[in-house]
């Protein structure tokens, strides 16, 4: 097997002319022969950098107001002096992609159950950051929308900044932002009980941002704290805590603390044995069973609420001396365990407590013995012990410097780059491509061209009569992916809500996909909401266009593949837009003959 | 064994010029001809420095800020006899290796250390930079081969990376300790240290609790069921409650301020 080489030169394969390639990118044009090629195999991420918005003198006035605050050593202030100020360039994954959600089923609240269904597209742009992010306090961007993302340029940023690398990987940012995506929709669609879920990802982009974030370090009484700036706010900062503050919040979480519960008692003493301000008094007058449970839940709560507020108060009392801001405080599991279970404790005890009115002979031995289960159990979790097998100690090693591995050729990788220059296969024109765009027609034989991974596909591309419609302005060809779907609904379970709220089956059970269908599948880029609109407009309507005048072809951006989700897009939204309320859909799509239509619209605004 | 090679930098395939290969990039853009190169990191071992952006007395400084942190010996920062810092850039393999479409890094020490403080040590955020042979004086040597710690199939790429750390030594009453202050971060690594005498704290927080709550109960039991008085002996409780709270206002703030 021949040698793979460690480092190849990227050259149009055409006329060898020098290129210049963004990593990220698919598509590259020779500058000197206009050729295009196609890069197969590994690609690398396209980098973006964000420019700051504030210089230095305002991060200075920032940290200074950071002083300020009220849990900070007042003389903070007057002593701090401020030694430096850089910027760092940190990355973030940015994962932006088209997401859609489908969710039918009951929405069961306390005294309700109805039937619910929720419909979720949008264009969505997740940035989690790429870096161990403890110490500068930045997780997760959320105002990137409104910054310019500019191509990142690593030797300007050098030349005023520190630029960090990625330590994580983008596949995970990736995984995370669909999470992300599942979580928030079955948070917003109001439906509690799911019979049928549904979810779409596609178009998705992963790029590395690189964004600049202040750091200042200060000293105050021979010691050095750093606070993190960015945009306009302080994300992260360590500053030494003020002591009458500590004190304060002590001292009032105590009295707090130790008054509510035994007010609490006494309340109860007066509300339910009518005998004010006696700790004597006898709980077992009160037979109700009903009582009982509403006084063991309300102590419980008081009691929780109580030592919060005691061991919070502590807690500031005994750490505050370093107050931190923005720090990703991890909680770890194992110490939540004790916490936990004692909470849990509390289900037994008020069923036992429902069932055994005042039995304290029962009911404490059973928390009792939950408790120290639960708190064994805990502890149990927490010793987690730290292996460390020993490690050869092998001294072979010279001078490191840049080092070459002795690797055997077969191990590496078989996605090294290569360009390959795009012509069509019909004719051998050269193809002028463009980053982004799927489809093309070819200049010299007018074949239509799809553009995949491997390369060009021939695709069979028509050209209508134009049509009027409202959605478009001004005269444009818009061209569509058209599949001849047959859809085969095995199950639709659908109720109508009539004005007394009572429930019918409805009678809809999908008669529009009875007969086989022509499914548009919008293929020109533009905002999720508007291509499902399309997509569910010109699907109803069944257009049958006579052929028109061939035109150009332009501004394709999605492949076949990609329009086949795109196309069950379509058919969910259909079938979720009928009045009545999905419960549950169970179906086999089946899409066949699929062509690229270009349509030419006739603009309703002069 | 063919196992190590040195070449100080790689050329330019069209022009022969010195290429300068930036950390993470895919493709490499040659200065002199612009013309763009495919590196296959998978056959190199890179060698990155973490850039530092702390010097010995920022070091120093941030070490007193962490000695005087809540959990550590009420007198550390004042009373540890904090020895002169040695800088040493530590070793460490950094694996990126791809797994299905996921790529992961993978981080292991590349000497052994007796410092427990190191273990799990990961590769702070900052800057990667290329190593500089002027480092070689504060260099820790590895000692460990990439072979005896990779176990992964599929690396893309490896990386040796030295990470710089400040290696301090402070006394305190009679012991001395062992502590690391990274360069480039801040961040302090250290195995063991003078914990704190919590004592001052708890008994602060115990007594104030038992003063309050028996002002409390007094008031409740000093006052007869079903006396006419009740509010007149309130306002007495808070009154007193809040005389009591007060005195332990200056109790506390003395012990926060001294301990």
Not at chain 1, 136 to 162: C, N, S, T, V
Not at chain 1, 287 to 293: F, I, R, V
Not at chain 1, 561 to 584: G, H, N, S, T, Y
């Amino acid at each position: 097997m021949p040698e793979k080489p460690i480092i190849r030169g990227l050259n149009c394969p055409q006329c060898a002319g020098a290129l210049e390639i963004e990593a990220g990118r698919a598509v590259v044009n020779c500058p000197f022969c206009g050729v295009s090629s196609l890069l197969d195999g590994e690609k690398g991420v396209l980098r973006l950098q964000v420019r700051p918005t504030v210089g230095q003198e305002q991060v200075e006035a920032m940290v200074r107001r950071f002083f300020l605050r009220w849990d900070r050593d007042p003389d903070l202030e007057r002593e701090a002096a401020i030694r430096e100020c850089f910027v760092v360039y940190v990355p973030y994954w940015r994962v932006s992609m088209r997401a859609a959600a489908w969710l039918a089923g009951r929405n069961v609240g306390e005294d309700s159950d109805d039937p619910a269904e929720k419909t979720i597209v949008e264009d969505s742009v997740w940035t989690v950051a790429a870096y161990n992010a403890s110490q500068f306090g930045l997780q997760e961007l959320k105002g990137l929308q409104g910054r310019e993302l500019e191509p990142f340029d690593r030797e300007a940023l050098r030349q005023h900044a520190l630029v960090f690398e990625p330590e994580t990987s983008g596949a995970r940012a990736s995984e995370q932002a669909e999470l992300a995506f599942r979580q928030a929709a079955h948070r917003q669609s109001g439906v509690t009980s799911t019979l049928f879920q549904r979810f779409l990802f596609f178009g998705k982009r992963l790029s590395l941002v690189y964004y600049p974030l202040w750091v200042a370090r200060y000293t105050f009484r021979g010691r050095s704290y750093q606070v993190v700036v960015d945009d306009h706010r302080v994300v992260y900062g360590q500053a030494p805590g003020n002591p009458t503050w500590r004190a304060a919040i002590l001292v009032l979480a105590v009295l707090v603390g130790a008054t509510l519960p035994l007010d609490f008692l006494m309340g109860w003493s007066w509300m339910v044995a009518n005998e004010p301000l006696s700790l004597g008094f006898d709980l077992r007058l009160v037979e109700s069973g009903l009582a009982c449970g509403v006084y063991y839940a309300t102590t419980w709560a008081v009691a929780w609420l109580s030592v919060s507020i005691l061991l919070a108060g502590y807690r500031f009392f005994r750490f505050g001396g370093e107050r931190i801001l923005g720090a990703r405080r991890k909680l770890p599991l194992q110490a939540l365990w004790p916490t936990l279970a004692w909470g849990l404790g509390l289900v037994p005890c008020m069923i036992l407590a429902l069932a055994f009115p005042w039995r304290l002979e029962i009911l404490l031995p059973t928390y009792a013995l939950v408790s120290a289960a639960s708190l064994g159990l805990g502890l149990l979790v927490r010793r987690r012990s730290r292996a460390n097998g020993a490690r050869p100690e092998v001294d072979w090693f010279q001078q490191p410097d840049w080092l070459w591995k002795a690797q055997p050729a077969d191990s590496a990788p078989d996605d090294q780059p290569t360009l390959k220059p795009l012509h069509c296969p019909n004719c051998q024109t050269p193809l002028s491509a463009r980053e982004g765009e799927a489809a093309y027609l070819c200049q010299g034989c007018g074949w239509g061209l799809e553009l995949v991974e491997e390369g060009l596909r021939r695709i069979e591309v028509a050209f209508t009569e134009s049509l009027l419609h409202p959605r478009v302005e001004v005269a444009q060809h818009l061209p569509f992916w058209v599949f001849e779907a047959t859809v085969q609904v095995e199950k639709r379970k659908a109720v109508e809500k009539h004005l007394l709220g009572k429930e019918k089956a409805s009678t809809d059970h999908g008669q529009f996909w009875q007969a086989p269908r022509q499914i548009y599948v919008p293929a020109f880029d533009a905002p999720i909401e508007d291509l499902k609109a399309w997509g569910m407009d010109l699907t109803r309507m069944q257009l049958d266009l006579s052929p028109g005048d061939s035109e150009r072809l332009e501004g394709c951006v999605y492949t076949e593949a990609e329009a086949r989700e795109l196309a069950e897009l379509i058919f969910l939204a259909i079938e979720f837009d009928k009045p009545d309320v999905m419960q549950e859909i169970d179906y086999t799509l089946t899409l066949t003959s699929p062509r690229l239509v270009v349509i030419p619209f006739v603009g309703v605004s002069k | 064994m063919n196992r190590t090679k040195t070449q100080p930098i790689f050329q330019c395939t069209q022009c022969g010029a010195d290429l300068d290969i930036p950390a993470g990039a895919v493709f490499v853009t040659c200065s002199h001809c612009a013309s763009t190169l495919y590196l296959d990191r998978s056959q190199v071992v890179f060698h990155y420095t973490v850039a530092r952006t702390l010097d010995a007395e920022a070091a120093g400084r941030t070490l007193r800020r962490w000695l005087a942190g809540g959990e550590k010996a009420k007198d550390l920062d004042r009373e540890a006899e904090i020895e002169t810092p040695v800088l040493r850039y530590f070793p460490l393999w950094r694996f990126k290796v791809r797994e299905g479409e996921d790529e992961r890094f993978h981080v292991e020490p590349a000497a052994v250390t007796t410092l427990g403080l190191l273990d799990g040590l990961p590769i702070p955020p900052g800057e990667l930079r290329c190593y500089d042979p002027r480092l070689a004086p504060y260099l820790v040597r590895p000692t460990v081969p990439h072979e005896a710690v990779s176990r992964w199939q599929n690396v893309r790429e490896t990386a040796l990376v030295h990470v710089p750390l400040f290696f301090f030594q402070y006394r305190y009453r009679g012991q001395t300790y062992p502590v690391a202050v990274d360069g480039s971060s801040g961040q302090v690594f250290a195995e063991t240290y003078p914990r704190r005498w919590d004592l001052p704290y708890r008994g602060v927080a115990v007594f104030a609790f038992a003063l309050l709550t028996l002002v409390a109960l007094a008031a409740y039991l000093l006052v007869s069921p079903g006396s006419e008085d009740l509010g007149l002996v309130y306002a007495l409780r808070c009154g007193v409650q809040l005389l009591a709270a007060g005195l332990l206002f200056f109790l506390a703030r003395q012990v926060a301020r001294k301990m």
